[in-house]
């Protein structure tokens, strides 16, 4: 552990995820450095930690889509002497549609946010890590990395199956100095992602076993990059769902993702 308190950066900090990854590491004695794009829900959550952990927090709001946020961003931490021991990729969204009903600045902007820029916050601030000899990445992938991809949202499981295995290769190459990395893999989970993608009433219908709250997936999280793992898949069912998919053929996982992907885009039209 470092000398002082662990500085915690945690990007898409304004709700859902990022902001219990800020409660759970405020509770445990970290100060926190928050960025979203949404300044006043960060500021909120600024406040709150503050008077119920007598934290140092700082936010620093960016869009991780415009291409100089990540530079932008560490230039900022650097100029207020902040050094990140955990960082922890959290921010994302989902583009709801098929490949060619997009506009490409609409994908550009969706592999910026989710592949990009959290590949350039890594290689930003890994160096610091390294040289203090501890340091924390959590990479907030899904399991939708470890499945068949779906039609429709169709950058999603790519984004994610990528941030897996950056993060495996990541971790084999400092855990030795005293940094771990963890792609952290939840599945549903109680946010407001699915009300942003406007896919709400088609996951009301999932049922309720399939689902976790951002504190249980946090949680895991939390023990998972503590404990060495490099890859947490969260959750009893979504484990279950992982096991089943690699004992499958690939040619029968992919009919049954294209299946259930079509049965649920049904069930949307009827609803």
């Not at 002082?4 to 990854?21: E, W, Y």
Request: glycine share 10%.
């Amino acid at each position: 552990m470092p000398a002082t308190r662990p500085l915690t950066l945690v990007t898409g900090a304004s709700a859902g995820i990022g902001a219990a990854f800020a409660r759970d590491l405020a509770a445990h004695g970290h100060d926190l450095v928050l960025t979203a794009r949404r300044t006043e829900r960060l500021e909120t959550l600024a406040q709150e930690l503050r008077s119920a952990h007598a934290r140092t927090v700082t936010v620093l709001p960016a869009d991780l889509a415009d291409p100089a946020a990540v530079s932008q961003l560490c230039d900022a931490l650097q100029a207020r002497g902040l050094a990140v021991d955990w960082l922890i990729n959290n921010a994302g969204y989902g583009v709801p549609g098929t490949f060619e009903s997009n506009d490409w600045p609409v994908h550009e902007a969706f592999i910026r946010v989710l592949m990009t820029a959290p590949t350039e916050l890594a290689w930003r601030l890994l160096p610091g890590m390294r040289e203090r000899g501890y340091g924390r990445i959590i990479n907030v992938a899904s399991l939708a990395g470890h499945v068949p991809g779906s039609a429709g949202h169709t950058l999603y499981a790519a984004s994610k199956a990528y941030l897996i295995k950056f993060s495996q290769s990541l971790a084999l190459e400092n855990r030795h100095l005293g940094v771990n990395v963890c792609a952290l893999c939840p599945g549903f989970t109680w946010s407001e992602f699915h009300d942003v993608t406007g896919t709400r009433p088609l996951m009301n219908k999932l049922p309720a076993f399939m689902w976790q709250t951002a504190e249980a997936v946090v949680r895991e999280g939390h023990d998972a990059v503590e404990h060495g793992d490099v890859v947490h898949v969260t959750g009893g069912v979504n484990r279950f769902i992982k096991g089943m998919v690699k004992m499958l053929p690939d040619r029968l996982t992919l009919w049954l993702s294209g299946r259930e992907s079509k049965r649920y885009r049904d069930l949307g039209e009827l609803g």
